[in-house]
């Protein structure tokens, strides 16, 4: 515990004299959600007190200063939509406790957090958030390589399985290709723009360890995140022949590399057990929305109320249903649903405008690259409801309101 109190006495210090570096920070470590301790019984990580403190130190400059009137909140309304459902899901839940915790830690930090960014940050600011973002992928990605060619330990049972799965510094495999599938999507961007050579560099880097990072995890789902943003920027780039060299060379590589051949099959062929798996709790889930149609599940309610409605050849018993429009129906309602798209949405919108503005058109479009890639991942995952995903969800989306008009 005291290297942990340590630790967030130096963030303090930092957020309180350099309070953008310290916002940077976070975004660096994302991963720290996995530093758990209990206060008084209860449990808290690493990553929320640092979003706690940070905003806690930018609302003591907003009174100091006396610029209330000056806070910006873009998406307002479909904000307080969005949270009052999430509060509803808590009371729906069949465990009061754990839905409380997750509207904490999935709703309530990672928007205020984003409230800071949208108000604390500056257009010149945005470059550490980005940069943040890329040496946090290098490093998962390191790790994973690390375990991969046996210099680090990596987690059973992942890595006695044929093939062998890297998990990197979280507790499964999946979590790397949802952690770095948005990351990947943003620095392709860089990559199919006009750039400063060291940018193309660094952004190659974190691209090409990403891949392999998620090559050696097997998250097969990741590559559809991917593909679709590779297949958008191959559309919206003005520089077409890198992204299809790029696109080209993946191809290749499932073509060559027979291990890559052998997912592809098995997954368009729906044979291989995970796609099953999700098809047959697809099944369940709607039987589940039928139901429950306007209120869902609640907040951590699903894996017991999908007990009475799963199919009787699926043993599994899941914490969400592994498509983001069933994850956000099922844990928050049908208007949470609505609420989230709605966002989407707007976020779509605002970086078409940035781009059509020339306001920092290149992130703007790297962004909505990363939201291509994060939905399309999504549709056979659970893209939000973790940690650090939310809070890099918040993150990409507050980015294209900092520097921009008044909104």
Do not use: C
């Amino acid at each position: 515990m005291i290297p942990i109190i340590i630790g967030l006495f130096i963030f303090a210090l930092i957020a309180l004299f350099r309070l953008q570096y310290s916002i940077a920070l976070i975004v660096l470590l994302l991963p720290t959600y996995l530093i758990r301790f209990t206060i008084f019984g209860i449990p808290f990580t690493f990553l929320e007190w640092m979003i706690i403190i940070v905003f806690v130190v930018w609302l003591g400059v907003v009174a100091v200063n006396g610029s209330w009137r000056q806070i910006r909140l873009p998406l307002k309304w479909l904000l307080v939509v969005f949270m009052l459902a999430a509060t509803i899901a808590i009371f729906v839940s069949s465990d009061h406790r754990a839905a409380l915790g997750l509207w904490r830690a999935y709703f309530i930090e990672p928007i205020l957090f984003y409230i800071v960014i949208v108000n604390a940050l500056r257009s010149a600011n945005r470059r550490w958030l980005v940069w943040a973002f890329g040496l946090s992928a290098l490093g998962v990605a390191g790790v994973a390589l690390a375990q991969y060619f046996g210099w680090m330990a990596s987690s059973e049972p992942w890595i006695s399985e044929t093939p062998k799965r890297m998990a990197s510094i979280f507790d499964y495999p999946n979590a790397v290709g949802l952690y770095l599938a948005p990351i990947i999507g943003l620095f392709l961007t860089f990559l199919a723009t006009k750039n400063h050579k060291w940018n193309y560099f660094l952004s190659g880097l974190i691209v090409l360890a990403s891949f392999a990072a998620i090559f050696f995890a097997n998250t097969r789902g990741a590559w559809l995140g991917i593909g679709a943003a590779l297949l958008f920027l191959a559309l919206a780039s003005h520089r077409k022949k890198i992204v299809w060299l790029i696109i080209g060379l993946t191809v290749a590589a499932v073509l060559i590399i027979p291990q890559l051949r052998h997912t592809a099959q098995s997954v368009v062929s729906v044979k291989d057990t995970s796609t099953d798996v999700r098809v047959v709790l697809w099944q369940g889930t709607w039987d589940l929305l039928k139901a429950h149609p306007i209120l869902g599940a609640g907040l951590a309610g699903f894996p017991k109320l999908y007990d009475q409605y799963r199919q009787i050849k699926h043993t599994e018993l899941l914490l969400y249903p592994h498509n983001i429009l069933f994850n956000f129906w099922v844990e928050i309602g049908l208007l949470g649903l609505l609420a989230f798209v709605g966002i989407l949405a707007a976020a779509f919108n605002k970086g078409r405008q940035n781009i059509r503005r020339g306001r920092s058109p290149v992130l703007s479009l790297g962004i909505i690259t990363a939201l291509i890639a994060l939905i399309v991942y999504g549709l056979v995952e659970a893209p939000y409801f973790k940690n650090d995903l939310a809070v890099q969800f918040w993150v990409l989306v507050g980015l294209l309101w900092v520097g921009s008009e008044r909104s």
